[in-house]
């Protein structure tokens, strides 16, 4: 059994930034990408940011530059570093990670609000 801790989020004003971070645990040998996702009201849920094994990154357009995605391998953690943030990066942010075994798994999720 694996399970995924999320941590951070919150409320921020318009231009601030905040920290998330997800660490995995339970039955963990090798986990490939690690990712953080997004669902807004009424909207699909996004890729934002990932992050392989490798460490090569990918980030939405929408978030370059204002987002970092890094992990630690040893701690099976990833974490997702957001500045400059706008009304429109409002949503609930789910981390994900792909195992070895191809099985992926998902976090609870956590609220992130920019005020304007």
């Known amino acids: 059994q694996v399970q995924l801790v999320e941590s951070g989020g919150g409320l921020v004003q318009a231009g601030g930034s905040l920290s998330l971070s997800c660490a995995a645990s339970g039955n963990i040998f090798s986990v490939k990408p690690m990712g953080w996702y997004r669902q807004a009201p009424g909207k699909q849920r996004e890729l934002v940011a990932s992050?392989?094994?490798?460490?090569?990154?990918r980030y939405a357009d929408s978030v370059k530059g204002r987002f970092t995605i890094s992990r630690d391998t040893a701690k099976n953690t990833v974490y997702l570093q957001m500045n400059s943030l706008k009304p429109d990066d409002t949503a609930i942010y789910y981390c994900n990670i792909v195992l070895r075994n191809g099985r992926d798994y998902w976090g609870q999720g956590t609220q992130v609000t920019v005020s304007s």
């Open positions: 992050i392989s094994s490798g460490y090569t990154t």
